[in-house]
């Protein structure tokens, strides 16, 4: 029998809890250690309409990126869609685990899957934060390099590879080829990116002035959207948990779309 319990401890030595932000909030945020699991649910996100898919397939367990309580609760009534997320896997047993930041800085987390998906090579850690167990080094961001080509033949192949309806985008200078990636928000990062010569920085939630600020440094400065950029990690979660567990039902969240729409 498979509890709640195992699968966090297995979940934690892909990702430890040590490699989180400070402000963050990620681990068992709902439910029970004890609780028996055989079947898994695998999202980025643990919204309500993924809390309901879990309870429909018969899911003890979600497994999400994001957590579910992130900020203190200031109430815990069915007015909002979290706390009725909460509220229903409360009533159904169900629990919800979540890695977060450690997952978007640890190897083979987040930013692995996106340098992977985007196809980098000689991927390294840019400015690591320390080294785990295994003396690999971890940290945010990754930087890979891709055969030289004009950024609209790479802007494609981002758009392409991550199934984004669209891409916002500045242009630098030159061709791109040394690139630097950090799924969701991290436009705040690119003068580590700019100090490291990349010419290239593929992120989302990037900010007016940061679009800026690229193209004054020259850099190639492209936005695919938080979910775009983080739900390759997603599927690396369902095949670690189903080859650790085989016994177990592990499947990853058919319900779970970006809710972003381009108007085009």
Avoid at 98 to 115: E, I, K, S, W
């Amino acid at each position: 029998m498979i509890t709640v319990g195992q699968v966090l401890t297995f979940l934690n030595t892909l990702a430890s809890p040590s490699m989180k932000m400070d402000w963050d909030n990620v681990g068992l945020l709902c439910g029970d250690k004890n609780t028996p699991v055989t079947k898994i649910l695998v999202a980025l996100d643990p919204f309500y309409h993924v809390c309901r898919e879990a309870e429909e397939i018969g899911a003890q367990l979600i497994v999400t990126h994001h957590p579910i309580i992130f900020r203190p609760l200031a109430h815990l009534t069915a007015e909002d869609a979290t706390s009725r997320g909460i509220m229903l896997l409360c009533a159904k047993g169900i629990s919800a685990i979540n890695a977060h930041t450690n997952l978007d800085q640890a190897p083979g987390g987040v930013n692995d899957a996106l340098a992977a998906t985007l196809g980098l090579e000689d991927v390294q850690v840019l400015n690591p934060a320390g080294t785990d167990e295994m003396g690999r080094p971890w940290g945010l961001l990754r930087v890979g390099a891709v055969e030289k080509q004009p950024l609209e033949d790479f802007l494609r192949l981002v758009k392409e590879r991550l199934g984004c309806p669209g891409l916002r985008y500045t242009q630098g200078q030159g061709s791109v080829h040394r690139v630097a990636v950090g799924g969701g928000s991290c436009g705040s990062e690119l003068p580590l990116v700019a100090a490291a010569g990349c010419d290239t920085f593929v992120t989302a939630d990037v900010k007016y002035n940061d679009f800026w600020l690229a193209q004054e440094q020259g850099i190639h400065l492209i936005d695919a959207g938080h979910y775009y950029t983080e739900n390759p990690v997603c599927a690396v979660l369902q095949r670690a948990l189903q080859e650790k567990f085989p016994e177990l039902s592990v499947v990853l969240s058919q319900s779970h779309r970006d809710c972003t729409n381009f108007f085009l």
